[in-house]
Structures are given as C-alpha cells and as structure tokens.
C-alpha cells in the first residue's frame, strides 16, 4: 500500500507504506480512503486502517448527480458524470466510475467496482468485490455474484452467480 495525501500543499504527497499509518494517525491524520480498482485490497485495507482507528471518507465528484434517497457507504467514490437514481444502496468501498449509471432501486454490495460507461437497469443486485467491467449494460432486476468478474462490454441480461468471470452478449460463465 502506498499512502498518498495533500500534506498541506495542493501536490499529492507519498507517505510511505503500511509501516506509516501510526505515525499518520498520530500526527492528526485521522480520515482516509482508497480508490484503486482491487475490490478485495480495498475491503482488506479498510478493515486495516479502521482497527487503528481511522474513518473512511466517502469522495462525490461534484459533477456526479445522486437522487435524494441514495444510501452511499463510507469510502466509496463516485466520480464524474456518475447517475444514482432513487432507492439505489450503496455498500461500503464502492466505486462508481466514469459515467456509469446506477438506476432506481439497485443494490451495490461493499467494494463493488462499477466501471465507467456501465449501465445497471432497475432493481440489479451486484454482490461483494464485483467487478463490471467498462461499457457493460445490465438488464434489469438481474443478480450478480459475490466476487465476480464481467468482462468489459458485456450485456447481461440473466442473473450471474459467485466467484465467476462472465463475458460477452449475452454475458456467459466462461471460468470459476
């Protein structure tokens, strides 16, 4: 893990690794978030930096627009041009990329990946640590797994268990 923060400038500054984050909570630092894609690093670094008792913040690109009564979970990053309809729950450590757009009454599990230029129809289920990849469209009222990979531009239109890599139009399991 590489620590990255303002530190008092508008230039990102490294602070180090794991090995820093005593020293960063000691010194005031108190709240922090992670925004790379590895679902399961993020989960796992969240529980981390928790247990030494830091809070997560959740970043919302102000060009982002969210319905009213979306639940967005601590940590999670929703970037510009993302779209959260009404009734939409979102874990914690979700991103919701570029683009994508997450429509009414969908629920998001903790360290999903929404990649950019996804579309999610009504009521869609995506489990913990999903990944979907780029320009997928997803039908609605559609299940997808826990731990799941699927494929970028894929059109799933069927429900998609745990732990698989699916792919394609329509999106099939192609390996565990």
């Known amino acids: 893990m590489r620590i990255v923060g303002a530190g008092g400038s508008a230039e990102p500054r490294s602070w180090g690794g794991q090995e820093q984050l005593d020293k960063l909570l000691q010194s005031g630092v108190g709240k922090i978030i992670f925004a790379f894609g590895d679902s399961e690093g993020r989960l796992r670094l969240s529980r981390l930096v928790r247990q030494k008792g830091f809070s997560l913040v959740t970043a919302i690109h102000p060009q982002a627009i969210i319905a ?73 009222r559609v299940t997808i797994g826990a731990g799941t990979l699927i494929g970028a531009g894929s059109v799933v239109v069927d429900d998609i268990p745990d732990n698989v890599v699916a792919y394609g139009a329509p999106a099939r399991v192609v390996r565990p």
Do not use: F
């Not at 629920?107 to 995506?126: Q, T």
């Open 68 to 140: 009213n009564d979306a639940i967005i979970g601590s940590g999670s990053v929703i970037v510009a041009g993302a779209v959260i309809n009404p009734g939409v729950k979102l874990g914690e450590n979700v991103i919701v990329n570029t683009c994508a757009s997450v429509d009414h009454e969908c629920v998001i599990e903790d360290g999903a990946h929404i990649c950019p230029g996804v579309h999610l129809g009504g009521k869609v289920s995506v489990g913990r640590a999903t990944w979907i990849g780029i320009g997928t469209t997803v039908k609605e």
